[in-house]
Nanobody, 122 residues
Framework: QVQLVESGGGLVQAGGSLRLSCAAS????????MAWFRQAPGKEREFVAA???????TYYADSVKGRFTIARDRVNTAYLQMNSLKPEDTAVYYC????????????????WGQGTQVTVSS
């Protein structure tokens, strides 16, 4: 059974950067779409970014375009480079995977990590 483990979260000042990692164990995710979602207190979980299994296609929420970059290696790890962070980026960030094509919906993903907290102070 595959497991996803996120790391790299923390506290950063507005304008700063963080790099999140998502490592898979149990099986290779070479053929899987991988994505990042986030959930702020009192809000629903929302799409942040996704990357196709080949790494050629990437997708971003409008709120993070130009600031965040999703990447992956060919085996088991996905990354989210977050630059120019804003207080409204504060949330728990979740890594997700699916054997289907990239989707923007939470329902499109069936493998989830436990989340990592990102806090951006003003």
């Amino acid at each position: 059974q595959v497991q996803l483990v996120e790391s790299g979260g923390g506290l950063v000042q507005a304008g700063g950067s963080l790099r999140l990692s998502c490592a898979a164990s149990g099986r290779t995710l070479r053929s899987y779409t991988m994505a990042w979602f986030r959930q702020a207190p009192g809000k629903e979980r929302e799409f942040v970014a996704a990357i196709s299994w080949s790494g050629r296609d990437t997708y971003y929420a409008d709120s993070v375009k130009g600031r965040f970059t999703i990447a992956r290696d060919r085996v088991n790890t996905a990354y989210l480079q977050m630059n120019s962070l804003k207080p409204e980026d504060t949330a728990v960030y979740y890594c997700a995977a699916t054997g289907r094509a990239p989707e923007y919906s939470v329902d499109g993903y069936d493998i989830w990590g436990q989340g990592t907290q990102v806090t951006v102070s003003s």
